[in-house]
Structure formats: C-alpha cells, structure tokens
C-alpha cells in the first residue's frame, strides 16, 4: 500500500523569505514522486517530479523539493516566496514496484498563503 | 497541445437527472482516472482504467460509472446524481513519462 501525508492544513510565508510545503510518503517499494500547484477555479498543474537521480529535483515557477529516503520525505522548498505563489499544492506518491501500474497516492493538500 | 479535455466546466443539474461529465486527451495515453475534490478532503479517486476496455473502482465509486471504448475517452456517468455528489471533478492520465496530465476540472452541483 501507498500513502501520503501533508502535516500542513496551510502555510503561511511572507513575501521574499523562503518557503516550505512538507510532504511525508509511505511506499513498499521504491517511490516517484509529484508535486503539483492548484491555483483558483483551475485544474492542477504539475510542478516537478522525483524519479531517480539527484535528490534535489528543480522544477517550475522557482520551485525545487529534496528527496530524503531516510526520512521518506519529499519537501516543496521555494527560497523567496512571491504573492502569486498563493495556491493549493498537492504531494503525490506511486510505487515503482507497482509492476507498471500508474496509480498514484494524492496528499490532501497545503494552502499556501504569502503574504505582501 | 498536449491535454486533457473535460467538459462542460460547470453544470447544475436536478436530483435524479441523469448526466455524462466527458473526458478526452490527446496524448495517445493508456491511464486514465477520475477524481472528486472536495473540501477538506482533497483529491478521492473514483474509477481508473489502465486501457481501453479497462476499468476499475478508486475509493469512492459508488453512483458513478464510466466507461473506456477508445483510448482518448473516459466519459463519467451519473445515473441518478444525488445533492451528495455536488463536488469539483478532474479527470487524468498519464503515459510512460510518469506524470499526470488533469482536465480544467468540471464543478457539479446537483439540487
């Protein structure tokens, strides 16, 4: 089985200081994992993903997340937060053992706030 | 452009009224997936299908159906919509480069 957990209902930075959006995953076997950002009345675009390889994964708009398989985590990381980064974004995880099953895990979500 | 195509975008329908939500993409993509958003409750998948005539339950299947004649289409069936399904839907897939592609999302309201 397969999990995800975003700890953080919402997220509150001020414009310019960095920003982090914590994700924790629990996979059986080896993960991929996905980042992605819902802005307001839109679907969800995908904003970086970890597949194999460096740790650190950059991705759109700035944003970069570290693969720490240690801790099973996977942590959205921005370092200067802007106001149009206000959105809801979604940690995802999908079992690379899955035998080529595409299912993927969806955290709940993390409001992101940032403030001018 | 590669995309997921899902209509209509809004749609307030009756108790009972039956109705299909549409879903095409264009990426020659074997996975396809339907979920509900609802708040508090993020992302809930419905039904997945992994190729055409292919499918399967997600975690809250039921009142839906779905179906997968063609691979670019995965249609979601309401045969009864009850006021308990008013949610924000997506539909999804993905093919061998590991991520999802979502549809702009289709916001149901049932009275």
């Known amino acids: 089985a397969q999990s995800v957990a975003q700890p953080e209902d919402q997220v509150n930075v001020a414009e310019g200081n960095p920003l982090t959006v914590k994700c924790t995953y629990s996979v059986s076997g080896n993960p991929y994992l996905f980042w992605y950002v819902q802005y307001p009345n839109r679907g969800l675009q995908f904003l970086l993903k970890y597949i194999t390889g460096d740790n650190l994964v950059k991705g759109s708009y700035g944003f970069e997340a570290e693969f720490n398989k240690s801790q099973t985590s996977f942590h959205l990381k921005k370092p200067s937060a802007l106001v149009s980064d206000s959105a809801l974004y979604f940690c995802a995880v999908r079992d690379r053992t899955s035998g080529g099953s595409y299912i993927p895990t969806f955290g709940r979500g993390t409001s992101l706030i940032v403030h001018p | 452009e590669a995309q997921v195509t899902q209509n209509p975008r809004y749609l307030i329908t009756v108790t009972g009224k039956k109705l299909t939500v549409t879903c095409s993409q264009n990426?020659?993509?074997?996975?396809m997936s339907w979920y509900r958003q609802d708040p508090g409750l993020g992302l809930r998948q419905i039904y997945y299908?992994?190729?055409?005539?292919?499918?399967d339950k997600g975690d809250v299947p039921e009142g839906y159906k779905v179906s997968r004649k063609e691979k670019r289409n995965f249609p979601l069936i309401l045969e009864s919509p009850s006021p308990n399904q008013t949610s924000l839907y997506f539909c999804a897939s993905s093919g061998n480069n590991y991520g999802y592609t979502f549809g702009s999302g289709t916001r149901l309201t049932v009275v």
């Open positions: 299908s992994m190729n055409v005539e292919v499918t």
């Open positions: 990426m020659n993509h074997e996975y």
